[in-house]
């Protein structure tokens, strides 16, 4: 599209072109009519633009939007160059419009894309760095700039690294740098890099090269990440793991629904299982456990899985260095999320073999112990007993031979061997007054009048010893009358009658082995109105004809024993008016049971 004009600048001859775009008719054009065709807000400029052109008399060119004949606008580049004649004055100006709109779209649209990828980048909340093939920063995001405080500027400085990264990584990042921008693969480094308040952070850095046709490097790109926070979080991770691994204990967590997940070098060590054994095998925990515990084991375990409260239990777990079972405390708990649910099990198992093996034998110790006391006892006793009873014996003795001498003489002394006869007599009482003493003295306590309700007295008996029970591998069962008359009597000694039966029926059963030692007690008020107490064991029973024996003092059947449990218990029941009976069961086991009256002292 073209125009001509006077050198005055007015237009004189517009082309078909111009005329058939802007839809303007030639009349309308000349002059300065043309103006018309310019948008209305690149018009004052145009104007302004073509008089300093014209008064210049140079050629110029500039952009504006040129109204088509249909009202749409299209930007045109505008050029005038004027043509002189052989004086060197301007005789004509001749101007041209090319349609640039295509071009300007697509810069605009360029411009928009670099706006965006720039802002991308910039706001982009990682480290991002162009280097040269050497390695010198040409470019980084402004989270480089943010971080470090520096400017782009400083980054592009040589000694920039040296600047931000921690000395201690320095060698260490250099040397991999060295040896990697030279080859093209992408790699990374970690190190600790220095921020602008003064605190280093690690950060993770990845190289990648950017490389040309032929693979030769042009630049580098570089991402950075922050990890310290990751590096923290795995640093006390690997502490946790540590100090749960060191733990000399098994340590384990499960899912939730009771397979195992973590498992620690404890319980491995000690199983002697690997790894992946456990991971492969959820069961595994129950090959090394005893048989006899398995079965309650994984009754309890289960239990304690699906009501979700975890459970404690004791078992015994083979270890695998000496092939030998040893108890475990095996604990666990839930651990729950916010809302309450489940997210795992947690637990450890303690080997506790030592600590009951420890117990065992304190027990014993305190039991030998006890009754070295009381034979102790009984042997100053039977000391101060031989000793008062020796004194009316040697007398007698004495008196007996003097006696015998007197008698065999010719003329026997038949007067001195009455009298001696006579004092005879006085040692022997006096040597029988000493035991009825000594008897009343054992026998005759002062007894206590009380009100005894004897189903209340058995119950604190069985709390005494249910320890003691469980540890002798027995089970009682409890029948206790809820309505028995209150009797008057001496609560204590009834009380040491009941423990007294208890513990010769759980003696009875320690040698029982296949069958479970079950032991019952009773109390009732029986047909003849008396109350009655019975303890009815499964053990080894008695045989017949001890069964007057047991009850005297002395007798016994154990080992240990010292044989005044029943007969002491034969006479605190006498002192109660009442009867005490043994009988063997039709089965295994005996019975032992006392009956006293309700008021025996009426
Ligand atoms: P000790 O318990 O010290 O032996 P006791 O006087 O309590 O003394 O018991 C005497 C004996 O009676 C026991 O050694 C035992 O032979 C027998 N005996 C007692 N209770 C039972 C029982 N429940 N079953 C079988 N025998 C028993």
Redesign the pocket.
């Known amino acids: 599209m073209a125009w001509a004009g006077l050198p005055d600048g007015r237009a004189d001859l517009l082309n078909r072109d111009w005329l058939n775009y802007t839809g303007l008719t030639s009349e309308q054009a000349i002059g300065a009519g043309w103006i018309d065709a310019i948008h209305p807000d690149d018009r004052d400029r145009i104007r302004d633009y073509w008089r300093s052109v014209v008064t210049a008399g140079e050629s110029g060119a500039t952009e504006a939007r040129l109204r088509r004949h249909d009202g749409s606008y299209r930007w045109f580049q505008l050029r005038a160059n004027p043509i002189r004649d052989q004086a060197g004055s301007i005789s004509r100006w001749l101007c041209i419009s090319i349609d640039v709109e295509d071009r300007r779209r697509s810069d605009e649209a360029l411009q928009a894309n670099e706006r965006n990828l720039g802002l991308i980048i910039n706001t982009i909340p990682t480290h991002i760095y162009v280097l040269n093939i050497d390695g010198y920063v040409q470019f980084v995001n402004q989270a480089v700039m943010d971080y470090t405080g520096l400017t782009m500027a400083d980054v592009k400085q040589e000694d920039y690294r040296d600047r931000v990264i921690h000395p201690d990584d320095f060698a260490r990042v250099r040397a991999v740098r060295a040896a990697s921008l030279r080859r093209t693969v992408p790699f990374s480094t970690e190190q600790r890099v220095l921020g602008k308040d003064g605190q280093y952070r690690w950060f993770l850095v990845r190289y990648k090269p950017f490389l040309d046709e032929r693979g030769g490097i042009v630049r580098w790109y570089v991402v950075a990440f922050d990890i310290e926070d990751h590096k923290r979080a795995i640093d006390q991770l690997q502490k946790l793991a540590n100090m749960i691994h060191s733990i000399p204990a098994a340590v384990w967590s499960m899912t939730p629904d009771g397979a195992p997940d973590i498992v620690n070098q404890g319980w491995y060590d000690y199983t002697g299982h690997s790894p992946d054994y456990v991971r492969t095998h959820p069961d595994s925990w129950m090959d090394t456990m005893h048989p006899d515990d398995s079965e309650a084991a994984r009754m309890v375990y289960w239990d304690g899985i699906r009501s979700g409260n975890g459970f404690t239990m004791e078992a015994r777990f083979l270890r695998a260095r000496d092939n030998a079972y040893r108890w475990h405390l095996n604990r666990a708990v839930a651990v729950r999320d916010p809302e309450g649910h489940i997210i795992s099990f947690v637990g450890t198992s303690t080997d506790i073999e030592d600590l009951k093996v420890a117990q065992e034998e304190l027990h014993d110790t305190r039991a030998a112990l006890a009754h070295a006391t009381r034979v102790m006892t009984i042997g100053e006793l039977t000391a101060s007993i031989a000793h008062e009873i020796n004194q009316p014996l040697s007398g007698i003795l004495t008196n007996a031979s003097t006696c015998l001498l007197m008698l065999a003489d010719d003329q026997p002394d038949l007067e001195g061997a009455r009298e001696t006869a006579r004092r005879t007599i006085r040692d022997a009482n006096r040597a029988s007054d000493m035991i009825t003493h000594l008897r009343a003295l054992f026998t005759k306590k002062d007894k206590a009048d009380e009100p005894v309700e004897l189903s209340e007295a058995t119950r604190e008996v069985i709390a005494l010893c249910s320890n003691d029970l469980k540890r002798k591998g027995a089970s009682l069962r409890q029948y206790l009358a809820t309505d028995l008359p209150v009797l008057t009597g001496d609560r204590i000694q009834l009380q040491q009658v009941i423990l007294?039966l208890l513990t010769?029926?759980a003696?009875?059963m320690q040698t029982v082995e296949d069958r479970p030692r079950e032991l019952s007690i009773t109390t009732e008020l029986d047909a003849d109105d008396l109350v009655r107490v019975t303890v009815c064991?499964s053990?080894?029973?008695?045989d017949p004809k001890?069964s007057e024996e047991?009850f005297k003092p002395f007798?016994?059947?154990?080992p240990q024993?010292?044989?005044?449990?029943?007969?002491v218990s034969r006479s605190i029941i006498k002192r109660h008016n009442g009867r005490i009976w043994a009988m063997n069961n039709e089965g295994y086991?005996?019975t032992?049971a006392f009956a006293i009256p309700r008021a025996p002292y009426r």
Do not use: E
């Open positions: 007294n010769n029926a003696d009875a064991d053990g080894a029973g008695f001890h047991m007798f016994s059947t154990k024993g010292m044989g005044i449990g029943l007969s086991g005996a032992f």
